[in-house]
C-alpha cells in the first residue's frame, strides 16, 4: 500500500475496490498502475467520491500532437499496457491506406502512424472513426463508458443514453486499461437532467444543414449547460443528429442535450427537466439561424479549389446521397473534391456500388484520418477557395488549413465543385 | 502598479501541487490548448485570443477554465516536455483537460507544475497582478 500513501495520490476521501489498490500496488503490471494513479489523481480533481466500471472505451487521444504524449503512450506499451474493456479508436492524424499529403513520410505523419501503432498494441480496435455509434456492438442505454471525441460524448449521452464525460486524453487510455472512471459528472442521474430550456420555431424541409446551424446556434449559448430542445416536429435521422451533436459541442462545451420526443431520457418536457424548472431558457429565431448560416463561412475567394465533406465521417447514407447528387456529372479538374470516413463505411459503400459514382464525379475517399486533421502541408498550395457542408470543419477549418472556408449544403457542394467555384443558396427551411 | 503591495491568496481547491514563480499572462477568456497554443513555443495561436501571440513558456497563466478540444492535455504535456509549457496555471473553474496534462507531466517526468482555482475575488486580483509566486501549501503570492 505504500504507493497509497505518497502525498501525490490523494485517495483519502475516494474508495477504492481491491482491484483498484492491486492495480495501484502495481499487482497488475507497471502500466495498469501507471493508469490507475492518474485515475485515482483526476478523481480528486472531479471530487469524485468512488469509481465505477465501464463496459467500452472510445479513444480519441489517437491524434498526434507532439512527442511528449507520443513518448508516454509508447512508454505504457512497454509496460505492458493492455485494454480490460472493449476499446475502439477515434480517427489517427494520418490516412493509412495511401501514400501522399496526408501520409507523406514526414516526421509528423511517421510519429503519427507510431501513436496509432502504440494504441493497437494495447489491443484496441483500429477502427479508426470519429463516428463509433454507427459501428457493431455499440454501447447501450444506461451502460457506463468513456468515450473520448466531443460528437461521439454528445451522442452517447443524448441519443444512445449510455454515460460519459468529456474528459482530457489520457484519460481515455487510463481508463480502456484499467476499466474504471471517476464516479462524477454525467454518470449520475441528477446531473443528466436538462437546465436550458430551448424552444425552436417549426421549420419545414429541415435536413442536415438545418441541424449543423441550429447545434452551432445552441452551443454557443449553452456553454456547459445541458439544452432541452422543444418544437422538433420530425424525428431527425441518425446523420442530422450526428451534426447536431458535432456543432453543440464546437461552439460550446456541451456534453449532452435532450430533445422532447426524440432521445431515450426525454419522453416529455417533464422528464427531460427531471421536473424542475429550467435554470436558463432560449427562444430561437430564425433571424439568429440566418446570422449563423452565413457566419459559418469565412471566405472570400471568387475560385473554388476544394471541397471537403465528412467531419464528423460520412455515414454509408450520407455516401448515398453523395451518390445520389454527383450521378452523371463531373467535378471541375481544378477543385478536389475529398470526403473522409472509415474503412468499415467506404467498404459498404464499395458493395453497394456507390463507389462508382462517386469515383466518375472525381471524388476522393480519404479514411482512417479525418478533416481535423488537415494541417497547411495538406492543402493544396495554390488552394484558396475551400467548401465544406460541415459546422464543425467551418469552424476549425480556418485555423487547421489557414484559408477561409465556405459553408453550404451537400447540394451546393457538388454545384460549385462542378463549376469551380462557390455557389452557395439558402436551403429551403431557411427560405420558408 | 509597479510598486503596490503584494497581495496572498489562497487557493480554493489545488487541483495539481507544486511551487512556482513567474509573470503573469492573464485572460478572462477561457482557452482551448489545442489549436489554440503551439506545444512547439508556448505561444497562443488562436487569433481571437487576447493573448494571441503570446508565450505561456514559464509564465503563470491566469485563465477562467480551459475549453474546447479534450486534446488540450496532449497539448500541455507536448509544451511541458518542449520546455515551453507555462510554470503555474491559476483558475476560476475546476478543469480537468488542463489538469491531466500537469498530472502525466508529474506521474511521467516526476515534474510538477501546479494548478489551482482561486474563488472570484481572488481570481480577479490575480487577473490585474504582473507577477506571482505560487507555494507548496497553496498560497498565492501576488506582485503588482
Known amino acids: 500500500m505504500g504507493r497509497l500513501q505518497q502525498r501525490d495520490v490523494p485517495a483519502s476521501r475516494l474508495s477504492l475496490s481491491k482491484e483498484d489498490l492491486d492495480m495501484l500496488d502495481g499487482i497488475q503490471g507497471r502500466a495498469a498502475q501507471q493508469a490507475m494513479r492518474i485515475i485515482v489523481r483526476m478523481a480528486h480533481v472531479q471530487q469524485a467520491t468512488e469509481l465505477v466500471d465501464i463496459s467500452h472505451a472510445h479513444i480519441g487521444g489517437s491524434i498526434y500532437t507532439g512527442k511528449g504524449s507520443l513518448n508516454v ?18 480517427a489517427i492524424s494520418i490516412d493509412r491506406s495511401q501514400t501522399g499529403a496526408w501520409n507523406s513520410g514526414n516526421e509528423f505523419d511517421t510519429n503519427a502512424g ?50 460519459t464525460n468529456r474528459h482530457g486524453d489520457f484519460m481515455d487510455v487510463c481508463a480502456a486499461l484499467t476499466g474504471r472512471v471517476p464516479n462524477s459528472g454525467l454518470h449520475l442521474s441528477e446531473n443528466r437532467r436538462g437546465t436550458l430550456l430551448v424552444n425552436v420555431p417549426g421549420v419545414v424541409h429541415a435536413d442536415p444543414s438545418y441541424y449543423t446551424v441550429l447545434g452551432y446556434l445552441i452551443g454557443k449559448h449553452a456553454g456547459t449547460d445541458i439544452p432541452v430542445i422543444e418544437g422538433i416536429r420530425q424525428k431527425p435521422s441518425l446523420e442530422e443528429l450526428k451534426t447536431f451533436c458535432a456543432t453543440l459541442a464546437t461552439s460550446g462545451a456541451v456534453g449532452m442535450f435532450h430533445m422532447v420526443g426524440v432521445t431515450p431520457e426525454a419522453p416529455t418536457l417533464a ?21 449563423i448560416w452565413h457566419e459559418l463561412s469565412s471566405a472570400s475567394s471568387t475560385t ?53 459514382d462517386l469515383d466518375a464525379f472525381g471524388v476522393r475517399i480519404s479514411t482512417d484520418t479525418c478533416l481535423c486533421m488537415f494541417n497547411p502541408r495538406r492543402v493544396p498550395s495554390d ?17 487547421l488549413t489557414g484559408r477561409g472556408i465556405y459553408f453550404g449544403t451537400a447540394r451546393d457542394c457538388v454545384e460549385s465543385a462542378i463549376a469551380g467555384m462557390p455557389i452557395i443558396s439558402e436551403p429551403e427551411w431557411l427560405r420558408s | 502598479m509597479g510598486n503596490s503591495p503584494s497581495t496572498t491568496v489562497s487557493a480554493q481547491l489545488i487541483l495539481v501541487p507544486g511551487e512556482a514563480r513567474g509573470e503573469i499572462a492573464a485572460s478572462e477568456q477561457m482557452l482551448s490548448f489545442w489549436g489554440g497554443v503551439d506545444p512547439s ?37 507536448d509544451a511541458l516536455v518542449e520546455g515551453a509549457g507555462p510554470a503555474g496555471i491559476v483558475m476560476n473553474k475546476v478543469d480537468e483537460i488542463i489538469s491531466l496534462g500537469a498530472v502525466v507531466y508529474d506521474e511521467f517526468h516526476s515534474r510538477t507544475i501546479p494548478v489551482l482555482v482561486l474563488n472570484d475575488d481572488d481570481f480577479s486580483r490575480a487577473l490585474t497582478a504582473s507577477y506571482a509566486e505560487i507555494l507548496a501549501d497553496g498560497q498565492v503570492v501576488l506582485h503588482g
Open chain 1, 304 to 356: 473554388l479549389n476544394m471541397v471537403a465533406m465528412g467531419s464528423p465521417h460520412a455515414t454509408l447514407r450520407d455516401l448515398a446521397e453523395l451518390g445520389a447528387l454527383v450521378r452523371g456529372e463531373k467535378k471541375h479538374p481544378q477543385v478536389e473534391f475529398l470526403v473522409t470516413t472509415s474503412r468499415f463505411v467506404r467498404d459498404q459503400a464499395q458493395e453497394l456500388g456507390i463507389m462508382q
Open chain 2, 41 to 77: 513555443t508556448g505561444i497562443v495561436i488562436d487569433r481571437r485570443h487576447p493573448l494571441h501571440g503570446v508565450s505561456l513558456a514559464g509564465k503563470i497563466v491566469v485563465l477562467p477554465k480551459g475549453k474546447g478540444s479534450s486534446t488540450g492535455s496532449y497539448v500541455m504535456l
Open chain 1, 73 to 90: 503512450i509508447e512508454e505504457l506499451v512497454s509496460n505492458g499496457a493492455k485494454v480490460r474493456v472493449p476499446t475502439t479508436l477515434n
Open chain 1, 114 to 163: 507510431r501513436l496509432a501503432t502504440a494504441l493497437e498494441a494495447m489491443g484496441a480496435n483500429p477502427i479508426f472513426s470519429c463516428t463509433p455509434y454507427v459501428f457493431p456492438k455499440t454501447p447501450q442505454f444506461g451502460q457506463n463508458i468513456l468515450w473520448a471525441e466531443s460528437n461521439a460524448i454528445v451522442y452517447a449521452n443524448s441519443v444512445i443514453g449510455a454515460r
Open chain 1, 383 to 399: 488552394a484558396s477557395g475551400i467548401m465544406t457542408n460541415s459546422g464543425k470543419f467551418a469552424h476549425y477549418g480556418p485555423g
Open chain 1, 271 to 291: 422528464a427531460a427537466l427531471g421536473n424542475v424548472a429550467p435554470q436558463r431558457r432560449l427562444q430561437v429565431t430564425k433571424d439568429q439561424l440566418r446570422q
